[in-house]
């Protein structure tokens, strides 16, 4: 895989940091490694997919409607075995067909790698999920901000795939952050107001942290 540079939207797409610059974060497995961005393989639909890793600033990035605005929003949380962000794959190319339908489109990287520990055989769920961090501190900010991005706080829900599909599915079922409040942003509900899973890793009892990572 070719790696070269730091992961930027195309025209039209707005990157916002999900978190303040003096707040300390837990990094992924590659510690203070540069973020890199690049191709994937194999071919998906005749094409390469790009994607983004070593991320240890997660950000969202937020695409208005095209036409009307119903004040909705769906929030994008791509795949890539938690080891990376598929960007347009899983990511940006939905917030194209989002965008039509009148709602904003939000998509999320959030931070990667972050291997998942096996334990006889079958691989456990780390203690400190760092997307799922990410992903609650998103919807947090969507909802405490939903006046300047021009949206309905009421409805804000949440698609993913494989890996982030993982997290949609823990978003929905956690009514709680599992990280300290930090401000007004992590003081709204967490929980998407809807949500589509797809093609999710399996999923068994999340306390027991048992599940396999997708």
């Known amino acids: 895989m070719e790696r070269k540079g730091v992961w930027q939207p195309a025209a039209g797409g707005t990157q916002v940091p999900l978190w303040p610059a ?4 837990a990094k992924p497995d590659t510690g203070d490694e540069a973020e ?5 393989s194999p071919l998906v639909g005749g094409r390469k997919w790009h994607w983004a890793s070593y991320v240890t600033r997660p950000t ?5 409607p095209k036409g009307r605005n119903t004040g909705a929003t769906m929030m994008v949380l791509p795949g890539g075995g938690f080891y990376a962000v598929a960007t347009d794959l899983e990511g940006t190319e939905i917030c194209d067909w ?10 999320l990287k959030y931070r990667t790698p972050q291997v998942w520990p096996k334990v006889n055989g079958r691989q456990k769920r780390p203690n400190l ?11 947090g900010l969507l909802r405490h901000q939903s006046a300047a991005y021009g949206i309905d706080p009421n409805k804000v829900g949440v698609i993913g795939f494989s890996a ?11 009514y709680e952050r ?3 409040i930090r401000d007004a942003a992590d003081r709204v509900s967490p929980r998407p107001d809807f949500a589509i899973v797809a ?3 399996r999923l068994l009892d999340t306390r027991a942290q048992t599940q396999s990572a997708g």
């Open 22 to 25: 003096n707040v300390a974060l």
């Open 36 to 40: 890199g961005t690049g191709n994937g």
């Open 60 to 64: 969202m990035t937020i695409y208005k």
């Open 98 to 107: 989002v965008v039509t339908e009148g709602m904003t489109c939000v998509m």
């Open 129 to 139: 999920l760092l997307g799922l961090e990410d992903a609650q501190r998103a919807m």
């Open 164 to 174: 982030g599909a993982y997290l949609v599915a823990n978003m929905s079922n956690d």
């Open 178 to 180: 599992i990280y300290p």
């Open 199 to 201: 093609y999710t890793a």
